[in-house]
């Protein structure tokens, strides 16, 4: 793998200088290479886009039970991003359908309400979309869209009830400090239907991991939403509007689709559904992590095949792999059980008997029943969850 440590003299200075400036990269599609960055705040990461930044977590981080937040990824829509947020002057707004406007200081959230913690999952709707087929545009990640961290602040329930939001409210929208770069591009805005946003589970994080945010995470305060894709986790939450009509805007209905009341949000490029609902709940997946694809493995001895499972919130109850194509499939071992809404770890033990080419799967089952497709497509790169192959060789 090509390590490059680039310097990216862009405006901003998100990313850190330490070798003389090369021509500025636009998209790590476009090239065969990875491409890897220290971003501020940030260690080596891989590269997809400078501006906005979008920042993919190596895989051999998907080790440990936390994704660091140091390598933590990074996914903005707009390149107006602030490159530093006051903790002393930040105001939380709430408003709209309540009976008073609320402005929350940093010290009012950490000091009014009671802290509530959750391990949860944030895994962008586009990760692993560099291996769709047929490919689809959109940011190309690999498996490192996504990280499981402990997530500490408060309860969105807390801060409606305390806003005074009014039973007739039938969505809560969300707004970050990001703005766009022309006035033509909408400002990322995403929503919740009003009971799921008091569920007492949806939260307002200010600590990540037992630290307050990385900026490039969203500093100082990131909307949690167990369980369901991050595009909904807005980061530098800095306006809450709680809504009497239903919410129209342009990020919860036109991107961010899926094809609706279809398992997986599949379709068929010669075949696109018509009728499209906005992205939710992760649908049950598991990848490969260790050893990474196409490394030598030795025959006749035990290898420790290690991989992540997770799902919308129902919970991982197995992890099976298979060493014949799928025609038999053994229980993997699962790691600790850190709640309904993380990853679980597994690994499996795997003995290569002869010398050659080896391809293993890996499926997950959760307490709902549901599991993985054999093949799975649909044009956005949305929720990839196809039972994933490992190319191994033994020699
Ligand atoms: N304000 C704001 N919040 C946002 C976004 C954004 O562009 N602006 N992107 C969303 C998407 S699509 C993802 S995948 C997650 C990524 O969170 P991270 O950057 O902490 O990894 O943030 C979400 N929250
Ligand atoms: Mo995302």
Not at 333 to 350: A, E, I, Q, V
Not at 372 to 383: E, I, L, V
């Amino acid at each position: 793998m090509k390590q490059l440590v680039l310097c990216l003299a862009i405006a901003a200075g998100y990313f850190s200088c330490s070798a003389p400036s090369s021509t500025p990269i636009v998209n790590k599609a476009d090239s065969a290479a990875d491409i890897w960055v220290k971003a501020d705040g940030k260690d080596s990461m891989l590269l997809l886009t400078d501006r906005p930044p979008n920042l993919e977590t190596p895989l051999k981080y998907f080790l440990e039970d936390y994704t660091p937040n140091n390598v933590f990824f990074v996914r903005w829509h707009l390149s107006g991003l602030p490159s530093a947020v006051s903790e002393d002057t930040f105001r939380l707004r709430v408003v709209g359908n309540i009976t008073t406007d609320v402005a929350l200081s940093m010290n009012d959230l950490k000091t009014k309400f009671t802290p509530y913690t959750i391990t949860a999952l944030c895994q962008c709707s586009g990760n692993s979309r560099s291996f769709f087929d047929p490919r689809v545009p959109g940011g190309q990640w690999k498996n490192g869209a996504m990280g499981n961290a402990k997530w500490t602040g408060v309860k969105l329930k807390d801060i409606l009830a305390f806003a005074g939001a009014k039973p007739n409210s039938v969505e809560v929208s969300f707004d970050g400090l990001d703005v766009p770069p022309l006035p033509s591009t909408p400002d990322f805005v995403k929503s919740l239907k009003y009971d799921h946003a008091n569920d007492g589970e949806v939260m307002i994080a200010y600590e990540m991991n037992g630290e307050p945010l990385p900026l490039l995470n969203g500093y100082p305060l990131k909307l949690v939403v167990p369980g369901w894709y991050a595009t909904y986790w807005v980061g530098m939450l800095s306006k809450i509007e709680v809504h009497a009509e239903p919410f129209e805007g342009f990020w919860m209905k036109k991107a961010y689709m899926i094809p609706k009341g279809v398992e997986n949000g599949n379709e068929r490029p010669d075949s696109l559904a018509t009728i499209m609902e906005p992205i939710n709940v992760m649908d049950v997946r598991s990848i490969f992590v260790s050893p990474e694809p196409n490394q030598t493995i030795k025959t006749g001895e035990s290898s420790k095949i290690q991989g992540l499972a997770f799902d919308g919130g129902f919970g991982i109850t197995k992890v099976e792999l298979s060493e014949d194509n799928g025609k038999t499939w053994t229980l993997a071992t699962l790691g600790p059980d850190l709640g309904k809404y993380s990853w679980r770890r597994w690994h499996y033990n795997f003995t290569p008997k002869q010398n050659g080419d080896y391809s293993l799967q890996v499926r997950a089952t959760n307490a709902k029943g549901q599991t993985q497709p054999a093949h799975h497509w649909n044009r956005s790169g949305y929720m990839r969850n196809e039972i994933e192959q490992l190319p191994l060789t033994a020699k």
